[in-house]
């Protein structure tokens, strides 16, 4: 098929439908301008995928000379303006023309290309150019390029494109400027020469070639060489051996190489004989090689003896190769002669010649290699092992224990690599056949083997073995158990392991240890780890030198026990092993610890090591701030607290800044909490805008107060700046002031009961319910504690969408959540309590039955300790963090009271009474405010406008529904195939007003179609207000009836009103018989009248029959960018 | 079906056989033998390119470091702050190859020059340790693959996870992803997925910027030797050092940063040393000229039906590292074959590689990753790149190393130089 068809097939399987529904296709009702056209082709690029490409250019294509010259028009000098798609325009071109089939287009577009470079008269757009015919460009454009060799810039862009068209056009331009050419243009065009292996310059250039200017010789002496002309040798000869045959920036030795090459590559191989025999007498060892390479390249049937004979020189690196050329001759002949060298050369040769041999796979030098197994040179012996382990595989396992039997240690290493590779059944049997005539050394190198190749049959012999009385077997016992032991030897292990006391030995079975355990269940561990309580303290000692890295429960108990039970003085070793924790959750046990040794000599320690670990671990912001808290409250040294508020300067959350924020009173640790606040609070280079709402505006007032000294002048401006510039939102307000229940109320039945109480009962009810309040739940030490008895503890006020934060903590066998617009809830409870499935972790919202109910993960934190929920919820959905932890994501929230209907609009929060005691401290409540974009203003609902889109779906709209979508309450065209396509509305519309908003990416094009059918080019069937981004460099040209808001090709627009892109707009259009009028944020952009403004004819020169159109749809118009539009209405007039 | 399972680890053998020796075994002290030419007792390095990259290389063990080399006159500065003893300084490499007492030259260059310095390297008689990717161009690495083979040096491309370290997200090395391979467990041919699931994240911040405005070159750089063989174009700090990987003159953005990291060990799996693939498909945005962005696939295609893809945004959340029609393999060595580990633990080894470059030099043996699987390992990147430039995909000749029927594709297989640059 020819190519061009399948491309074309190919555009049309893959934009076809968009090119078909898409009015700005070209094709004969197609009336853009040609600037248009270009522009829009400008807009999409870079194109997204193949079928993009292929549909850009071939719509480049079509505006032929006139429409490339208009792009190459637009290049800009480097620095200038961004026209980078105009080069991706114009490259991409110069690459699609190559397509077969595309011979004319390809003519079309050079020729073009030599037009545009002629009248251009910038360098680096002229170089740029002609770069891009090095992909094109064919014989006919080599007489132009020829005339650029003589220009001290474009010579070398030129010379480049020259090679890549590779004719011998080419050849002659390049040969017709050498005789006037100089300096660095005389460079390039030698090289050049060079390149295409020239022979016709051959007298002009053997003169250069005794230039005494290096680089001038260096491309002399190579296009000699590469023309392959005889008469170059003697220049090329003496040139190199004038350098000893050594490198040098002339490479002359090199170009005396290539000529070698290309004097056998022309048949002459009588020369090539002497020259290169001249060569491996006289020259450097790689040169020598090289000779023999080329030797043999072009002597091939000769060569196997010259090889051979190589092998008896003393230069390795000349061996090597000739070793390596051996490979050029397959078959058994050279095989043999090899094998025959084997006894006329030195060891180290022989070693070579085995390696080859095993390389060559040829199975007949195999009984050769088997008989150097036992030579007397260990370096031949080596050879020989590998050797017979790659060509004889099974058949050498016996003669390879052989040699293991009476090895060295190298013999002994190197046969066990070598078994490991033997892919055979017989080797496992062999090796147990072998086992007891080797020595110990041999034997712990065998069981290496069998413990991979035969972990199950090796398993009993390796219990066995590791009570040998020779500690190599032992040792080589214990490393199998790494891999091979069950559970049952655990028994074992932990009987040598105390036996042991060889620090080897020990290392070995500690892997073994720490292997096992690892590979164990929570349960086997458990009882396998309880076998090592009650060691001595040397043993003890070097079994907790492993624990950290076993971890786990158990291992943390073991600890634990060790270091509460251990006499006073030998604290030291549990402790460092804490230390040691290699998982976080070894912090809660430190604090245990900090809480029973209030007065111990190891309570700096422990200090040390709370917090180095808290500070390394892996851990959300919220559980680190929780972990620094609570060392806080046992009030260590001050230097330990200023480090503490140090370290939460890095936790940029909302605890953080409260916690900072009770020391700013502190006249010791107030600088560092001030900077902390400062730090968290205020917008960071790093996607961080700063923290906004009333505490936090606070807080910072008070630590720009604090912060003293000179130096921190800085950062107080910057606190005062924030503060000025600051939204004035609320942001988090607390909702339990720490010293009673002010704001909380008692629960009275749930919220549909208890809407459907009359007021009287209510209130007494609620009088009632609020007296029971106070006698179960407590205020204590900024704590509300809940008694165990009793119900719901409420907010007074009712919350729609917010964000939430609060720590809570339970006791043993703790129940609890929190309720959100009074229902049931977000759990919390004693993860323990597996009989009600406790162990699923805390913060699900337990009561869903079609959503998921279950947290994404455990999250607690071991009951007693503090814990803190974010909670979000926006509309029906619901987001949770426990201890920094997501562990609910955006799920929906089931009404619990009445499955039927969703979760009420507002209600209030609760505090959930269930049976044990509890506290919660730290509440703290955002309200989010209802944001719909998608709404009709009070007067404008009293004016009579219609929403045309409702936020959700595209109800009220037809067309192109694919390419356009909503998303958050936006409609979006995304270009994914081209984005071309228009979005209608259903209804036609002829005299209205309609106002809607949009936002543009950098570049963007769409437009607003008016009265206008839904076939053909709305700029022209009916009207078309552009929607542009007029600041994009891209339409630096447009014409004025171009750019935004103007009514296209019949009455333009103001400049200067619209918004930075990625900000939205908002623009009302009213059209009333043949007025229209445009405003856009506010200014009048357009104030016209249609008729009036096409009586004499158009400006842009075209018809607009849809001027007279009275009625049509609206739409917008996709022109291949993301634009999105939001609250749409409309009023008819 | 049958038929796939019957590739079985001899015919592997055999393929490998033709292009890696294999002696890491031999303990280093005996090698190079008695008496016969001994080895010199210290091997010495030169490294020329001393930026961020070159300046790591200071430390590699082996070789006793004597030169180091550099355009920029701040990195030689730097270079020398941090080398032990003092080491003699130069701004042209040419005159390091002219060194006789230097055996190993490193070259940490960036991409366009690596050809060249590779193939002047070996015509002076030294071994060479080449950072990755080999060469930015295939016709460069043919031109490399020659030079080394024929002066018989001894070459390594400065990635290993063929043969050591923890291969990305499988917490092993790749030895017994080999094993597996070669046990023909997982059946025949198979697909090889890269992308983010499968544990190689593909990172686009080595993209280049358009439109740059030109800045004035500083003191200490020589920008001409900086370009070398590529075309002038005005200088912007961002065109070199660091950033140079976003520029097609260079090198080749992410896929050429991390490329052969990736890819290399994966063709070492699949037994493809020896060979490319025969098709090369593209899926991604128009590349710019100069600057590279990014892609959303590249899908290349053995003889036999093995493929490798290269998946950009990891658009395949659930692919398998490795699936044939036998089984999976997941990152992290997860199957969905039960019991797999155990299984391969059982496996014969795949054959010694030397991994120790200094034994490799004194015993002229072939580097586990050397010119030849280096190249075809490089040349998989460099198709990536040609039909990223080009926006359409490529049949390859994996023996001659043209493409076939694109007489453009094969222009960017040999890229003319700027003079007096030749190789």
């Excluded at chain 1, 103001?1054 to 908002?1066: D, M, Q, T, V, Y």
């Excluded at chain 1, 009275?1110 to 007039?1133: A, C, D, P, Q």
């Amino acid at each position: 098929m020819n190519h061009r068809k399948t491309i074309l097939i190919l555009l049309f399987m893959l934009t076809g439908s968009i090119v078909l529904c898409q009015t700005r296709a070209a094709g004969s009702d197609d009336q853009r301008t040609l600037k248009t056209k270009v522009v829009d082709v400008l807009t999409e690029m870079p194109a997204q995928d193949e079928g993009h490409y292929i549909k850009l250019m071939e719509d480049m294509l079509i505006l032929g000379e006139p429409g490339i010259l208009m792009f190459t028009d637009m290049l800009q000098p480097p620095g200038e303006e961004d026209d980078s798609r105009v080069r991706l325009a114009i490259s991409g071109l110069a690459k699609y023309v190559t397509n077969a089939g595309y011979e004319d287009e390809c003519e079309i577009f050079n020729s073009s290309i030599m037009k545009a470079i002629e009248r251009n008269e910038n360098d680096y757009i002229r170089s740029f150019l002609i770069s891009q015919l090095q992909f094109s460009g064919t014989d006919a454009i080599v007489p132009f390029l020829g005339k650029f060799l003589m220009d001290d810039f474009l010579c070398e862009p030129a010379a480049r494109t020259l090679i890549a068209i590779q004719s011998s056009g080419s050849e002659e331009v390049l040969l017709k400027a050498l005789g006037e050419s100089s300096g660095a243009n005389q460079i390039t065009i030698v090289k050049a020469l060079g390149d295409l292996g020239s022979a016709k310059a051959g007298k002009e250039i053997e003169k250069l070639a005794l230039s005494e200017k290096s680089e001038l010789r260096k491309v002399s002496l190579y296009a000699l060489a590469n023309s392959g002309s005889p008469d170059a040798e003697k220049i090329l000869f003496e040139a190199a051996n004038k350098t000893g045959f050594q490198y040098e920036q002339t490479g002359a030795t090199q170009s005396y190489m290539l000529f070698i090459k290309r004097i056998g590559e022309a048949g002459e191989t009588k020369v090539v004989e002497r020259m290169c025999h001249y060569l491996m007498d006289n020259a450097p060892s790689n040169i020598r090689s090289q000779a023999l390479s080329l030797l043999i390249y072009f002597k091939k049937d000769e060569g196997d003896q010259i090889l051979l004979d190589a092998l008896e020189d003393p230069d390795s690196q000349f061996r090597a190769t000739a070793l390596q050329l051996t490979n050029r001759y397959p078959g058994k002949d050279i095989t043999q002669k090899l094998v025959s060298k084997l006894d006329e050369t030195p060891a180290v040769v022989q070693a070579d010649i085995i390696r080859t041999l095993g390389e060559r796979g040829d199975q007949t030098a195999i009984p050769s290699i088997l008989d150097c197994l036992t030579h007397q040179d260990q370096v031949v012996r080596l050879s020989a092992v590998i050797a017979a382990g790659l060509l004889a595989g099974e058949a050498a396992i016996v003669p390879l224990l052989d040699v293991m039997h009476d090895g060295t240690p190298e013999d002994i290493n190197t046969v066990k690599g070598t078994l490991l590779f033997i892919d055979s059944d017989q080797l496992v049997p062999a090796i147990y056949n072998a086992l007891d005539e080797m020595t110990p050394k041999s034997k712990a190198a065998l069981f290496e083997v069998l413990v991979n190749r035969d972990p199950d049959g090796f398993h009993d012999l390796a219990v066995l073995e590791s009570g040998n009385p020779e500690k190599e077997i032992r040792l080589a016992a214990y490393s199998a158990f790494a891999i091979l032991a069950t559970p049952e030897d655990g028994e074992v292990i932990f009987k040598q392991f105390i036996t042991r006391k060889d620090p080897e030995e020990r290392k070995a079975l500690q892997n073994a240890i720490l292997s096992l355990a690892k590979r164990m269940d929570v349960a086997e561990q458990s009882s396998f780890l309880g076998m090592f309580s009650g060691l001595s303290p040397e043993n003890k000692q070097y079994f907790f030198e492993i624990l950290p890295e076993i971890g786990g429960k158990k291992a943390l108990d073991m600890v634990m026990t060790d270091y509460f039970t251990c006499e006073e003085n030998q604290k030291e070793l549990p402790l460092e092993t804490l230390g040691r924790w290699q998982t976080p959750d070894a912090i809660p046990r430190l604090y245990d610890i900090l809480l029973e040794e209030r007065m111990n000599y190891y309570r700096n320690p422990a200090m040390d090591y709370y917090l180095e670990m808290t500070k390394r671990s892996r851990i959300p912001d919220a559980q680190k701030v929780l972990f620094y808290r609570q060392l806080l409250e046992l009030s260590p040294c001050s230097d330990r607290e200023d480090e503490i508020l140090k370290q939460l300067s890095s936790l940029p959350v909302f605890q953080t800044l409260i916690l900072a924020g009770k020391y700013l009173d502190d006249p010791d640790l107030q600088q560092e909490a001030a900077r902390t606040i400062a730090q968290i609070a205020l917008p960071s280079e790093v996607g961080n805008d700063g923290m906004t709402g009333k505490i936090v505006a606070d807080l910072l007032r008070k630590a720009e107060k604090v912060i003293s000294g000179e130096e921190n002048e800085k950062e107080k401006q910057r606190i005062r700046e924030y503060l000025s510039s600051m939204p004035d939102d609320e942001g988090f307000v607390p909702i339990f002031n720490g010293k009673d229940l002010t704001g909380w109320q008692g629960l009275v039945e749930n919220p549909i009961a208890r809407a459907q109480m009359d007021p009287e009962a209510l209130k007494k009810a609620r009088q009632e319910a609020n007296r029971k309040m106070h006698e179960c739940w407590k205020v204590e030490d900024g704590v509300i504690w809940f008694n165990g008895e009793g119900a719901n503890c409420c907010t007074v006020k009712k919350y729609g969408d917010f964000e939430l934060v609060v720590d809570w903590k339970i006791t043993k066998n703790g129940d609890s959540g929190i309720y959100l617009r009074g229902s049931p809830q977000v759990q919390i409870w004693d993860t323990s309590r597996t009989e009600v499935g406790a162990q699923v972790g805390s913060g699900g919202l337990y009561n869903n039955q079609e959503h998921p109910s279950k947290p994404l993960l455990i999250a607690d934190n071991p009951v007693g300790d503090w814990n803190t929920f974010r909670i979000i919820m926006i509309g029906e959905r619901v987001t949770v963090w426990l201890n920094g932890y997501l562990v609910v994501d955006n799920v929906i929230m089931e009404n619990y009271w009445d499955r039927s209907q969703p979760i009420f609009p507002v209600e209030q929060i609760e505090l959930q009474a269930h049976g044990t005691n509890l506290g919660f401290r730290d509440i703290y409540i955002r309200e989010i405010p209802k944001t719909d974009h998608n709404q009709l203003t009070d007067e404008e609902k009293q004016e009579g406008f219609v929403q045309l889109f409702n936020g959700k779906d595209l109800q009220n709209w037809t067309g192109n529904t694919t390419d356009y979508v909503v998303e958050d309450g936006v409609i979006v065209i995304y270009p994914d195939k081209g984005g071309h396509g228009n979005l209608y509305t259903e209804k036609e519309y002829a005299d209205f007003i309609f106002r809607f908003e949009f936002q543009l990416t950098p570049g963007a094009n769409n437009g607003l179609g008016i009265r206008t059918p839904m076939e053909g080019d709305p700029a022209y069937v009916g009207m078309e207000l552009q929607i542009l981004d007029n600041t994009a460099p891209i339409y630096r040209r447009l014409e004025q009836w171009q750019y935004h808001g103007s009514v296209y090709g019949v009455i333009p627009a103001k400049r200067g009103f619209l918004k930075p892109a990625g900000e939205w707009n908002s623009e009302e259009v009213i059209i009333r018989g043949s007025d229209i009028k445009i405003i856009l944020n506010g200014t009048v952009i357009v104030d016209g009248n249609i008729t009036e403004a096409s009586k004499n004819g158009t400006i842009d020169g075209n018809k607009h029959p849809g001027l007279k159109r009275e009625k049509g749809h609206i739409g917008f118009l996709g022109h291949g960018s993301v634009v999105k539009f939001r609250n749409i209405r409309v009023k008819e007039l | 079906m049958k038929q796939k399972s019957e590739i079985k680890r001899r015919d592997f053998l055999k393929l490998s056989l033709t292009s890696a020796a294999a002696f890491t075994i031999i303990p280093r002290h005996v090698l190079g033998g008695k008496g016969f030419i001994p080895p010199s007792d210290q091997l010495t390095k030169a490294i020329i390119g001393v930026g961020g990259m070159g300046r790591g290389h200071i430390r590699y063990q082996g070789a006793k470091l004597l030169a180091i080399c550099d355009v920029d006159r701040e990195h030689l500065k730097l270079a020398q702050e941090i080398c032990e003893s003092n080491v003699d300084s130069y701004t042209d490499y040419r005159e390091v190859l002219q060194r006789s007492d230097i055996d190993i030259i490193h070259i940490v260059t960036p991409p366009h020059w690596h050809g060249i310095m590779a193939v002047e390297a070996a015509q002076a008689g030294k071994d060479i340790w080449c950072e990755k990717p080999m060469t930015r161009t295939i016709g460069e690495g043919k031109k490399v693959v020659q030079a080394v083979q024929q002066n018989g040096s001894i070459f390594r491309l400065n990635t290993w996870f063929r043969f050591a370290d923890s291969f990305y997200g499988f917490g092993t090395t790749v030895k017994p992803i080999k094993k597996l391979v070669e046990s023909g467990i997982l059946g025949w041919p198979l697909t090889a997925t890269i992308n983010a699931t499968t544990g190689f994240d593909w990172k686009f911040y080595w993209s280049g910027r358009t439109n740059l405005i030109p800045q004035t070159i500083p003191d200490h750089l020589d920008y001409n030797m900086w370009l070398g063989p590529a075309p002038y174009k005005p200088y912007h700090p961002h065109r070199v050092h660091s950033s140079f990987r976003g520029y097609w003159d260079y090198d080749g953005g992410g896929l050429g940063d991390m490329g052969q990291h990736y890819i290399d060990p994966v063709q070492y799996l699949l037994g493809k040393d020896s060979t490319s693939p025969v098709l090369i498909e593209v899926d991604a945005p128009q590349q710019h000229p100069d600057a590279v962005s990014s892609w959303r696939r590249i899908e290349y295609t053995y003889q036999d039906g093995c493929k490798i893809i290269l998946d950009g945004e990891n658009r395949e959340t659930n692919a398998a590292f490795l699936e044939g029609p036998d089984g999976r393999l997941f990152k992290g060595f997860k199957s969905d074959i039960p019991g797999l580990w155990e299984k391969v633990n059982t496996l014969p080894d795949p054959e010694p590689q030397v991994t120790d470059f200094a034994s490799a030099v004194r015993s002229r043996t072939k580097f586990a990753l050397n010119e030849e699987n280096g190249h075809r390992s490089c040349t998989l990147v460099n198709l990536g790149k040609i039909a990223l430039r080009l926006g359409r995909s490529l049949k390859f000749d994996p023996e001659n190393q043209v493409v076939i029927d694109d007489e453009l594709a094969n222009r960017l297989i040999h890229q003319p130089m700027r003079a007096p640059w030749i190789i």
